[in-house]
């Protein structure tokens, strides 16, 4: 792996990065992300295969993989622990890198990242949303915390680590033909599930254009 541009892609990829794999490792969220995936991929069809921008050990696509079991996913991943991790648990095809550094081989029907935008560099996340935009054939999901305006916030007590703002609008802003099909939240009080105050957003390809 190359030199990183980023400290927010050293911080992923090390020490804290091996860390949030035990924080995040539990049945209640897969369940969360089982409940969460269905009703987005309901708004969705023709989805054949799939891709993961920052996968870390493959919680989203353990859950789409439920739901869509014949589908073709694919993970992008920084942390070296979590690759090892992921490749025990689907065995699917990984990119070992940061997404920062990912350039497609192949577009997918359906490009997914979810908890990740927020921690990218605020001036590297046009690189993120043209690598997202060229990835996909039909289908971007953004899933990160909203806010209208950009912000940054303190993240388990280290600065420059979690931005919030809409990454959805920027990405409709910036790619003309993409559209809005359906968009939702999910509660960190929720009843059932382990979710985080999380917005997504379902954006379709609605033409096919010259990149």
């Known amino acids: 792996m190359k030199a990183f541009k980023t400290k927010q892609e050293e911080f992923w990829a090390g020490k804290f990065g091996d860390n949030y794999i035990k924080r995040n490792y539990n049945a209640r969220i897969t369940a969360g992300n089982i409940s969460m995936f269905s009703k987005i991929l309901d708004n969705a069809r023709g989805i054949n295969t799939a891709i993961e921008f920052g996968s870390n050990i493959g919680l989203n696509l353990i859950a789409i993989k439920t739901l869509l079991p014949n589908?073709?996913?694919s993970a992008i991943?920084?942390?070296?622990k979590a690759v090892d991790i992921l490749k025990k648990i689907l065995g699917v095809k990984i990119y070992h890198k940061s997404i920062l550094e990912f350039k497609p081989d192949y577009k997918r029907d359906f490009v997914l990242i979810k908890g990740v935008l927020i921690h990218i560099n605020p001036d590297m996340?046009?690189?993120?949303y043209h690598?997202?935009?060229k990835t996909s054939k039909k289908y971007i999901l953004i899933a990160e915390y909203y806010n209208p305006t950009p912000i940054s916030i303190d993240y388990h007590g280290h600065k420059d680590k979690l931005f919030k703002r809409d990454f959805?609008?920027?990405m409709l802003d910036k790619f003309k033909d993409l559209r809005l099909v359906n968009y939702g939240f999910t509660y960190h009080r929720d009843n059932h599930y382990d979710f985080g105050d999380i917005n997504w957003f379902l954006l379709e390809k609605n033409k096919i254009t010259k990149e």
Do not use: D, F, P, Q
């Not at 991943?77 to 070296?80: D, H, P, T």
């Not at 996340?125 to 993120?128: E, G, H, N």
């Open 71 to 73: 589908i073709e996913v």
């Open 125 to 128: 996340l046009s690189v993120v």
């Open 131 to 133: 690598a997202l935009y």
């Open 77 to 80: 991943e920084i942390n070296k």
């Open 168 to 170: 959805a609008g920027e």
